[in-house]
Nanobody, 122 residues
Framework: QVQLVESGGGLVQAGGSLRLSCAASGRTVSSYIMGWFRQAPGKEREFVAA????????YYSGSVKGRFTISRDNAKNTLYLQMNSLKPEDTAVYYCAARTSGGYYTTDYDYWGQGTQVTVQV
């Protein structure tokens, strides 16, 4: 099992940047497919980005590609999401997730963090 704790959310103006962190305990992040998802009020949880287990291939949703970067620090056992050029439509609760196998884009991950709020003001 793995426990996930997100941090780094907050209030930022449009065009600004934030870096989210997801600290893992119990097992190393390199053991899992790791992903970031987000959920805005009244909307379904949606895929943002993911990184594969062994070779660190990265996957992004079309709405964040080119602005967000997912990375993994195995030594710190932490997953990151660098978010640049933020837009008001990026406002959501952001969740870190892990799974041992399967796809990258769907929400049926095995483990989830509690989420961190990101609010982007105009």
């Amino acid at each position: 099992q793995v426990q996930l704790v997100e941090s780094g959310g907050g209030l930022v103006q449009a065009g600004g940047s934030l870096r989210l962190s997801c600290a893992a305990s119990g097992r190393t992040v390199s053991s899992y497919i790791m992903g970031w998802f987000r959920q805005a009020p009244g909307k379904e949880r949606e895929f943002v980005a993911a990184v594969s287990r062994v070779t660190p291939n990265k996957y992004y949703s079309g709405s964040v590609k080119g602005r967000f970067t997912i990375s993994r620090d195995n030594a710190k056992n932490t997953l990151y999401l660098q978010m640049n050029s933020l837009k008001p439509e990026d406002t959501a609760v952001y969740y870190c997730a892990a799974r041992t196998s399967g796809g990258y884009y769907t929400t049926d991950y095995d483990y989830w963090g509690q989420g961190t709020q990101v609010t982007v003001q105009v």
